[in-house]
């Protein structure tokens, strides 16, 4: 057929001739699977009890996953007020499952800020941003800044100055800090040393999910002299730093407080902050959590956590918690993937019950069939409609 074809066609014409003739001559007359009784019997047994121990093995690594939830002040605060709290974690806040718990075990405790009934996705917050800016561009014309309105100036020093970064959602970042003792501290003379625990807040943990570098980024400390009259770094305390260590101005008492909350030593500084980047990122639904940072384990209980809580939610009739999790082998909760596969697995397992029920107690009415294999069998198209 090529000496043929040649000289009419170039050769990949006729190539491709000759994939169409093969492939219809496949479909005239070919090879097809042919189930049979016993084949699929033991696909179904097999398949039954694979779902079945896959199942069993997500619930009990479900019940390994520990979460200890402790709601914590929500009252309406003062503007640029902070109120602290010293409040106990105990088992009770594990599950009732986890009543008797005396620690926290695995390498590491992971502490999450849960909020509730604050829906993120909302549009006038999920568009309320720059991303030009947050990645590093100083724009000095508040009308490019449109996105961000209405949260796109304000009045320092009786000057109108661009805020860097704008938007609703960055403007209101999350300020509340934890940190975590292994006691209550008192005045007592027979008390011990009270130990607080490390909460590690590097940018690697809280961002290790997340491609952030190219997305958040600062502007450098001369780009932005050269810009302060017209714009206001308010997450940076170098930037509004006034020089008078008596008296500070408020723009200057609020990037301080940014510094300390945030935790700018570890968790990087400004927009390039970790906590700030997680902020960033817009959760789907109005409750929803966020990594903190973690404590190496195991975590004894009772455990006292020391909050300081400027973060007002009372106004939108939110809540905030603080999540202590004891994670499982796969990072979260499983019982209902387990759940699924236990359904699916008996499913498959009445199915092969069946089977074997018809295999062996059927014999004369399917004789051939209970000596049948699983194997290819050549039939014609003709031939595979009359089988089925």
């Avoid at 959602?169 to 999350?174: H, Q, S, T, Y």
Wanted: charged share 25%; with cysteine; glycine share 6%.
């Amino acid at each position: 057929s090529r000496s043929l074809c040649a000289p009419l066609c170039g050769s990949w014409s006729c190539s491709a001739t000759s994939f169409v003739s093969q492939w219809r001559k496949e479909s005239a007359y070919g090879i097809y699977w042919i189930w049979t009784l016993g084949a699929t019997m033991w696909v179904c047994l097999i398949g039954s009890i694979l779902c079945l121990a896959l199942g069993a093995w997500l619930i009990v690594e479900d019940n390994r996953h520990v979460e200890c939830r402790l709601n914590y002040e929500d009252e309406t605060l003062q503007e640029g007020g902070s109120r602290y709290s010293l409040l106990s974690i105990t088992a009770d806040l594990c599950g009732s499952r986890n009543s008797d718990l005396t620690e926290l075990a695995g390498p590491y405790v992971y502490v999450y800020v849960e909020m509730e009934n604050f829906f993120q996705n909302d549009a006038q917050i999920l568009w309320s941003r720059n991303e030009a800016q947050l990645a590093g561009k100083i724009i000095t014309d508040p009308k490019e800044l449109s996105d961000c309105a209405p949260v796109v100036t304000a009045v320092v020093n009786n000057v109108s100055k661009v805020l860097h970064p704008c938007g609703a959602l960055a403007w209101n970042v999350f300020t509340d800090r934890f940190q975590f003792l292994d006691a209550v501290p008192d005045d007592a003379v027979d008390s011990g040393p009270v130990k607080p625990l490390v909460v590690e807040q590097s940018q690697d943990i809280l961002l290790s999910s997340l491609d952030w570098r190219s997305r958040f980024r600062n502007p450098p400390a001369a780009e932005r002299a050269k810009y302060r009259d017209q714009v206001y770094f308010w997450m940076s305390q170098v930037d509004n730093d006034d020089g008078q260590d008596m008296y500070k101005s408020r723009e200057e008492a609020k990037a301080e407080l940014l510094m300390d909350r945030l935790n700018y030593d570890e968790a990087g500084e400004m927009v390039e902050n970790g906590h700030f980047i997680q902020w960033m990122q817009v959760a789907t639904f109005g409750t929803w959590r966020k990594l903190y940072g973690r404590i190496k384990g195991p975590v004894e209980l009772p455990l006292f956590a020391y909050i300081a809580v400027t973060y007002d939610v009372k106004q939108w009739r939110g809540k905030k918690a603080i999540v202590l999790v004891q994670p499982s082998r796969f990072g979260g909760r499983t019982q209902f993937t387990g759940i699924t596969y236990l359904v699916f697995g008996c499913i498959l397992g009445v199915f092969a019950i069946y089977m074997m029920w018809k295999r062996w107690f059927k014999i004369d009415a399917l004789a051939d069939d209970a000596v049948k294999d699983i194997r290819w069998r050549v039939a014609s198209r003709k031939g595979k409609k009359k089988l089925k």
